[in-house]
C-alpha cells in the first residue's frame, strides 16, 4: 500500500499487486495506522 502522483491512473491496472491511494487517501490512512496501530489494522480486497 502506497501513495502515488500518477492520479489519472487510480482505478486501473498499473502494476503487479500494489495498491496505490491519492496521496491525501494515503496520509489519511496513515494516521489510522499510527493511532490505533498495526496490529489492529485489516487491510480487505474485494474484487
Known amino acids: ?17 500494489c ?5 491525501d487517501n494515503a496520509a489519511d490512512f496513515y494516521q489510522l495506522v ?3 496501530g498495526a496490529t489492529n489494522t485489516s487491510i480487505v480486497i474485494v474484487k
Open 34 to 36: 499510527e493511532t490505533f
Open 19 to 23: 495498491v496505490r491511494l491519492h496521496p
Open 1 to 17: 500500500v502506497h501513495a502515488t502522483y500518477a492520479i489519472k491512473r487510480l482505478g486501473q491496472p498499473a502494476s503487479h499487486g
